[in-house]
């Protein structure tokens, strides 16, 4: 692949770097400065509109509680067949109440659209799982036993079926609202299509393409977006919103009708305790849209290798994780015990204001578009190394966030997130165009300093992950006396690397911003002399959740701001995003086996 054919679409884009988001006045204000900036961005051709989760549609409903009766909440009698009835009997528009209690689960339990599985009370700061806390509904999943979101399959749901879809002949451009097709003829105003292409090699790089249609080795699906339907003309449909994306020379592009079997549904408020033979994660959520799981804790998932996530989203849309603490499984080796992972075709997910803690990765794109990671809380995430005990003594650090573990993600945003790392890797190909905004990153596992608490790299591109805007990001600790700020294509001296970027990769990365703890400030503005940023990249005004906690949390504006976030609140027990309330710091890492 020519360097130049990576570095034309920035080239073009580099005078479009620049516009003004906020008056002086507003700027002053909120930055802290009296320079007459203009404010700094993403180029608009490297970022969307993002709209994710349930905002689309007005945000998570509140359900009427009614309440499943008639169960046992010692712990001791089987419940399963008693709440799966409750949820099978309930009408639309309410919620499925489960007191606070203990009720053992033998068999996964079966959601439906329109309703919500409820429990008492939202994980707030403890006392967390395992321990005991009588305020709170506990489901306790024996035999690997889960919540399981069925939407549907691929043979069910896809028209036409897998490998096969309808070619696209004019309109395949990014922000493009209109596509023609070769025969609209099953395509109506209102449906959910699924537009995709083949990989291209001047973007995309996959050498384990399954990851994308998960149609086996012929399977090349892996660049893909769900739009809707809103209006037809002969073989044109009108879709909303726009094409995110397209490839520098896209072949095979193509689009599938798709339905989601579950929509408007949820589990808040409850604690689900996993057996660790959970092989296919706590939460199941597969051919889904408008699906939540809001104020969850889950513990202890299952050994399945790339397959046993706290919460596994397949083949869905919008859909919103939020509020919730997702933590420990029986092994951190062979792809098990992630935290939230997107698999396969997914877009526009909100992953929100969660404490992710002691799994191999918190937060995994494994396919994906569109799709939003904010303000999460994610720390002491491990590893095992090959051929030692799994105990966390014998660990190391392991990759956290990760906005690529699958071919292709791309056009998602991170921001606001506290993270021991980030890192795109190339075990199953490339991704491209994701953001990286006002995270803070520690590159450090704070409760471990004397079991590996290091890792070598901060922010790590590897090969063919091109196109990343990482803006805004606080890198580091204070105690740093040595480090590579940018390490490209190998060994580069003293670790800890600020940035380890593939070559390609950090030719086609913007770096603008960022604080680091080597240089003690600002090593890059890439992009010019705007050196003012936005507060965010999807909020307007500081989110309700946030309380009485400073937002945003995180940036180089102070040189730098390191606040704390909603997230960190709850797990610390500090209350301090709570006016008026101070909570006792509870208990940590404490587990039965």
Not at 47 to 73: F, H, M, Q, S
Not at 301 to 323: K, M
Not at 339 to 353: L, P, R
């Amino acid at each position: 692949m020519c360097l130049f054919e990576i570095l034309k679409p920035m080239i073009r884009q580099q005078s479009k770097l620049r516009f003004v988001l906020f008056s002086l006045a507003l700027v002053t204000g909120v930055m802290g400065t009296t320079d007459a900036y203009a404010v700094y961005d993403v180029p608009p051709a490297r970022r969307i509109t993002w709209n994710a989760g349930l905002d689309p549609v007005g945000g998570i409903p509140n359900y009427t509680n009614v309440t499943c009766t008639g169960l046992d909440p010692t712990g001791g009698a089987d419940n399963t067949s008693k709440i799966q009835a409750c949820i099978n009997n309930a009408a639309d528009g309410t919620a499925v109440f489960i007191p606070a209690g203990t009720y053992r689960i033998s068999a996964d339990l079966i959601m439906k659209s329109n309703i919500a599985l409820r429990g008492a009370k939202a994980t707030a700061s403890g006392p967390f799982l395992p321990n005991a806390d009588a305020s709170m509904t506990t489901l306790n999943l024996t035999g690997g036993s889960r919540v399981v979101f069925p939407g549907g399959s691929k043979g069910s749901n896809w028209n036409p079926g897998p490998m096969t879809g309808t070619s696209i002949t004019a309109g395949y451009t990014q922000g493009s609202t209109s596509l023609t097709l070769s025969d609209a003829s099953i395509y109506n105003v209102g449906d959910w299509i699924s537009v995709y292409q083949n990989t291209d090699p001047n973007d995309i790089s996959t050498w384990e393409s399954w990851q994308g249609e998960d149609g086996g080795s012929g399977d090349v699906h892996v660049f893909q977006q769900y739009k809707q339907v809103t209006a037809k003309s002969g073989n044109t449909l009108t879709i909303s919103p726009p094409l995110y994306l397209v490839t520098t020379a896209p072949t095979g592009q193509s689009v599938r009708k798709q339905t989601f079997g579950v929509q408007m549904a949820g589990v808040e408020n409850m604690r689900l305790n996993g057996s660790g033979t959970q092989s296919y994660g706590i939460v199941r959520i597969v051919f889904s849209k408008n699906v939540w799981v809001k104020g969850v804790e889950t513990y202890y998932s299952g050994t399945e290798g790339g397959a046993s996530p706290h919460v596994y989203i397949q083949f869905s849309l919008q859909c919103e994780v939020r509020d919730g603490y997702y933590h420990y499984g029986a092994s951190n080796d062979a792809g098990a015990n992630y935290g939230v992972e997107m698999y396969n075709w997914n877009s526009a997910h909100k992953i929100e204001n969660n404490i992710i803690r002691e799994v191999r990765h918190s937060i995994v794109f494994a396919g994906g578009s569109g799709s939003v990671i904010l303000y999460n809380y994610t720390d002491d995430n491990w590893e095992s190394v090959s051929g030692q005990p799994t105990v966390r003594n014998d660990n190391f650090l392991s990759p956290d966030a990760m906005p690529n573990h699958g071919a292709h993600p791309f056009m998602n945003l991170f921001e606001g997130n506290y993270d021991s790392n980030i890192w795109a890797d190339y075990v199953h190909g490339s991704s491209g165009y994701n953001t990286l905004f006002r995270n803070r990153i520690t590159c450090f596992r704070s409760s471990h300093p004397l079991i590996s608490p290091w890792g070598d790299n901060c922010v790590a591109l590897e090969t063919y992950n091109l196109y990343y805007n990482i803006i805004g990001n606080v890198i580091g600790r204070s105690s740093w006396t040595s480090g590579t700020v940018l390490c490209v294509g190998g060994s580069c001296g003293a670790i800890p690397y600020v940035y380890n970027f593939e070559s390609l990769s950090s030719a086609t990365a913007i770096k603008h911003g960022n604080y680091d703890y080597i240089t003690k400030g600002v090593a890059y503005w890439d992009g010019g002399a705007d050196h003012v940023l936005p507060k965010s990249m999807y909020y307007s005004t500081k989110p309700s959740f946030f309380g009485t906690c400073a937002w945003p949390p995180f940036g180089p504006d102070g040189n730098p701001t390191i606040n704390t976030s909603p997230a960190k609140d709850r797990y610390d027990g500090t209350g301090i995003c709570q006016s008026g309330k101070t909570a006792p710091a509870p208990p940590k890492n404490l587990r039965v086996n």
